[in-house]
């Protein structure tokens, strides 16, 4: 094994446990939430799938909860403590409540400090220079694999500069522009 492949390898296996810690995570706080309201609650898709400035989101028809890579893994801590209850409360309170409720509500705000005892806060204070640059995606050979590079990175390769998947080998291509991380 190459040192390329074996860079993969340990990216790989590290997103692969910090998904694992918030699916745990997850979990928990619907242990909580079924002993708080003595029903149980369909479990939720979880995805590492968010970039940008935001640190997690709840789909709440999917339920669906994506969570940002960057963001986890720069705070842990106050990710996993604050943020994975925060989406999970969403989800919550649509099964409880239906759309009839405002996203950050009364009833969320319950949720959130009754069920799982942590300040109902709406926004984050984390850093977000390192996460909010990486807009501009490609694709490679890999089926479940998108690239997500820099501005810096895709002006490179607009002037000709080449990138290779790491695990396939083959050249990336441009596929579009997440304008939730590229807007401003
Ligand atoms: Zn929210
Ligand atoms: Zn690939």
Known sequence: MDRQQSLFDKNHDRKASWLSRVRSEVLKCYALAEEFYLKSFPRPEVTLSLRGRSAGVAELQKNRLRFNPVLLEENHQEFLAQVVPHEVAHLLAWQLHGRRIRPHGREWQQ???QVFAVQPDTTHRFDVSRSARQGYIYQCGCEDKE????????????RGQQY????????LSFLYVDESVTRT
């Open 111 to 113: 949720i959130m400090q």
């Open 147 to 158: 690239h997500a590079l820099t501005v810096r990175r895709h002006n490179k390769i607009q």
């Open 164 to 171: 290779v998947c790491q695990r396939c080998r083959s050249t």
